[in-house]
């Protein structure tokens, strides 16, 4: 579990994220949505530590992020597993290289049992076929999936993905959609996702924070953001006119059901 | 102000190099590869560089020594030091912060923009160690293996274009090599050497390690890392001579 109290950043004047609190469950897979510089990658930024907040405090299962040692980080980060836009996979390296990386930096495994659990994971991933390439030679969707595989090879605790679809086709983009789903619950893992994709709001939002401009506008589930009042979030979720028919649909067939219910009950 | 504050940041990322490595067998890896790279890498164009300085000095050499009264040889002795104080070190080291100073700054700029880096600081490697560490120390071991490559090839290549257009016989060039010869030119040529080699790994770390934005910052940060390379090799290259010669 991560808990997030009051937390605050500012670049020079600019206030990006402004007292933001927050608890993202273990086993979820907690979303933050808004629009473009409303400070969601610098929100996942601090939690994550490659920005240092100004202020509030970030607990890694109780632990303070924020006041921790540098050392207590570094075993700290071996627990955190981070699935970049771009992937962020190693240009000089194979497929297979890649997953191995961590298991190289930071277990004592043989290379045989360091083979054998990055064929496990390239597996999970549904990547067999890929380990000798080079991420030069593979789509975006398998370098995703790559990405998320080398996230995941040392058993995090925590997964962190960062416009996991940005640039997929929207088949695609279920696929990883899933993948992220299913691992987090296979694993019990926190995992935290910033995205735009309406389709990962509706499909795995468990717990989905929405930001605007450095606030916390709206949190809640899938379930609850169809039915949601803020004007902000609707705006920004039901942006074209097809979603707002499908809100407006949602609502009719939940209206229905409610008073469809209350028929029964009578 | 601004160099200033580039200058506190270099010193700052210098520092930040000296943690205990997270693995020492994979910054050893990390190590020898960049030993291959910036080595064997750049042997072929550091060879032919040489080889061709050596031989124009000679010819130019001869071409000034009009004088009937001056022997021969001379032109090896002057051929031998002037390879071995300048050209070897500095000649070779501007070729270098060209060739090895722009794969640096290209290779970690690229890594930063493609948030490569970033991936390395959150699974809790120290970046600056992992990375920059082992361009450094490969530097200071190839570099000065280059710079000496460099010093005997200038040096066989002026004497095979003095034989060849029979300016001098090969016995006169070994002559001259021997005559009045220094041990503490190769000395000098080996601390320019090891200075240089800082110059051109930390230099070209520093701008690739803070690039911001994409190919065209990269593609800038490695033209300002090669020519602020080679001003500083220029300028210390004048410190070194004026100090230590």
Same mark, same amino acid.
């Given at each position: 579990?991560?808990?997030?109290?009051?937390?605050?950043?500012?670049?020079?004047?600019?206030?990006?994220?402004?007292?933001?609190? +927050?608890?993202?469950?273990?086993?979820?897979?907690?979303?933050?949505?808004? !629009?473009? %510089?409303?400070?969601?990658?610098?929100? =996942?930024?601090?939690?994550?530590?490659?920005?240092?907040?100004? %202020?509030?405090?970030?607990?890694?299962?109780?632990?303070?992020?924020? #006041?921790?040692?540098?050392?207590?980080?570094?075993?700290?980060?071996?627990?955190? %597993?981070?699935?970049?836009?771009?992937? +962020?996979?190693?240009? @000089?390296?194979?497929?297979?290289?890649?997953?191995?990386?961590?298991?190289?930096?930071? #277990?004592?495994?043989?290379? #045989?049992?360091?083979?054998?659990?990055?064929?496990?994971?390239?597996?999970?991933?549904?990547?067999?076929? !890929?380990?000798?390439?080079?991420? !030069?030679?593979?789509?975006?969707? =398998?370098?995703?999936?790559?990405?998320?595989?080398? +996230?995941?090879?040392?058993? *995090?605790?925590?997964?962190?993905?960062?416009? *996991?679809?940005?640039?997929?086709? *929207?088949?695609?983009?279920?696929?990883?959609?899933?993948?992220?789903?299913?691992? #987090?619950?296979?694993?019990?893992?926190?995992?935290?996702?910033?995205?735009?994709?309406?389709? @990962?709001?509706?499909?795995?939002?468990?717990?989905?924070?929405?930001?605007?401009?450095?606030? &916390?506008?709206?949190?809640?589930?899938?379930?609850?953001?169809?039915?949601?009042?803020?004007?902000?979030?609707?705006?920004?979720?039901? +942006?074209?006119?097809?979603?707002?028919?499908?809100?407006?649909?949602? =609502?009719?067939? !939940?209206?229905? &059901?409610? @008073?469809?219910?209350?028929?029964?009950?009578? | 102000?601004?160099?200033?504050?580039?200058?506190?940041?270099?010193?700052?990322?210098?520092?930040?190099?000296?943690?205990?490595?997270?693995?020492?067998?994979?910054?050893?890896?990390?190590?020898?590869?960049?030993?291959?790279?910036?080595?064997?890498?750049?042997?072929?164009?550091?060879?032919?560089?040489?080889?061709?300085?050596?031989?124009?000095?000679?010819?130019?050499?001869?071409?000034?020594?009009?004088?009937?009264?001056?022997?021969?040889?001379?032109?090896?002795?002057?051929?031998?030091?002037?390879?071995?104080?300048?050209?070897?070190?500095?000649?070779?080291?501007?070729?270098?912060?060209?060739?090895?100073?722009?794969?640096?700054?290209?290779?970690?700029?690229?890594?930063?923009?493609?948030?490569?880096?970033?991936?390395?600081?959150?699974?809790?490697?120290?970046?600056?160690?992992?990375?920059?560490? $082992?361009?450094?120390?490969?530097?200071?071991?190839?570099? $000065?293996?280059?710079?000496?490559?460099?010093?005997?090839?200038?040096?066989?290549?002026?004497?095979?274009?003095?034989?060849?257009?029979?300016?001098?016989?090969?016995?006169?060039?070994?002559?001259?090599?021997?005559?009045?010869?220094? $041990?503490?030119?190769?000395?000098?040529?080996?601390?320019?050497?090891?200075?240089?080699?800082?110059?051109?790994?930390?230099? $070209?770390?520093?701008?690739?390690?803070?690039?911001?934005?994409?190919?065209?910052?990269?593609?800038?940060?490695?033209?300002?890392?090669?020519?602020?390379?080679?001003?500083?090799?220029?300028?210390?290259?004048?410190?070194?001579?004026?100090?230590?010669?």
């Amino acid at each position: 579990m991560i808990e997030i109290k009051d937390l605050r950043k500012s670049f020079g004047d600019k206030v990006v994220i402004d007292d933001v609190s +927050a608890v993202m469950e273990a086993g979820k897979a907690n979303l933050i949505i808004g !629009a473009s %510089g409303s400070g969601k990658t610098v929100f =996942m930024k601090c939690l994550v530590g490659l920005f240092e907040p100004d %202020g509030g405090e970030i607990l890694y299962s109780g632990k303070s992020f924020t #006041t921790m040692e540098e050392e207590e980080r570094k075993e700290l980060r071996q627990q955190i %597993g981070m699935l970049f836009q771009g992937a +962020a996979l190693f240009d @000089s390296q194979t497929v297979e290289q890649n997953v191995m990386f961590p298991l190289d930096m930071f #277990t004592r495994l043989t290379y #045989t049992e360091k083979l054998k659990k990055v064929n496990e994971v390239l597996d999970r991933v549904n990547l067999k076929d !890929a380990n000798k390439k080079f991420p !030069a030679e593979i789509s975006g969707g =398998m370098k995703k999936r790559v990405g998320i595989a080398r +996230a995941i090879v040392l058993n *995090p605790k925590y997964l962190f993905c960062d416009e *996991p679809n940005s640039g997929l086709d *929207p088949q695609t983009s279920l696929v990883i959609d899933k993948l992220i789903y299913e691992v #987090t619950k296979e694993f019990n893992m926190t995992t935290v996702i910033n995205t735009h994709d309406m389709n @990962s709001v509706m499909e795995i939002g468990d717990h989905i924070i929405y930001m605007y401009k450095g606030e &916390k506008e709206w949190e809640g589930s899938n379930k609850q953001i169809i039915y949601s009042n803020s004007k902000k979030l609707n705006d920004f979720i039901f +942006a074209s006119e097809f979603l707002q028919d499908v809100k407006a649909m949602r =609502m009719v067939e !939940a209206e229905g &059901k409610v @008073s469809n219910a209350k028929n029964d009950s009578q | 102000m601004n160099f200033f504050n580039h200058f506190g940041r270099y010193l700052l990322m210098i520092k930040g190099m000296f943690t205990r490595p997270e693995n020492w067998k994979m910054y050893w890896k990390e190590l020898m590869h960049q030993c291959s790279d910036i080595g064997i890498g750049s042997l072929g164009i550091v060879v032919v560089v040489a080889l061709f300085i050596g031989a124009v000095s000679t010819l130019q050499t001869a071409y000034q020594l009009v004088s009937n009264l001056i022997p021969k040889s001379t032109i090896a002795q002057i051929v031998r030091d002037t390879v071995i104080l300048e050209f070897a070190p500095t000649i070779s080291c501007i070729v270098l912060a060209g060739v090895v100073g722009s794969k640096i700054a290209s290779e970690l700029g690229n890594m930063r923009v493609s948030e490569q880096i970033d991936a390395l600081e959150i699974m809790g490697i120290n970046t600056k160690a992992y990375l920059i560490m $082992p361009k450094i120390l490969a530097s200071f071991i190839m570099i $000065p293996l280059l710079v000496i490559v460099a010093g005997v090839l200038g040096i066989w290549g002026g004497r095979l274009a003095g034989t060849m257009a029979a300016i001098l016989s090969r016995e006169e060039f070994d002559q001259g090599l021997l005559n009045g010869f220094q $041990p503490f030119n190769v000395r000098f040529a080996l601390y320019k050497a090891y200075t240089f080699a800082f110059i051109i790994s930390s230099i $070209p770390a520093y701008f690739g390690y803070f690039v911001k934005g994409g190919a065209l910052e990269i593609g800038k940060a490695s033209t300002t890392a090669v020519v602020a390379s080679c001003i500083m090799i220029l300028f210390a290259d004048y410190v070194l001579a004026a100090l230590l010669l």
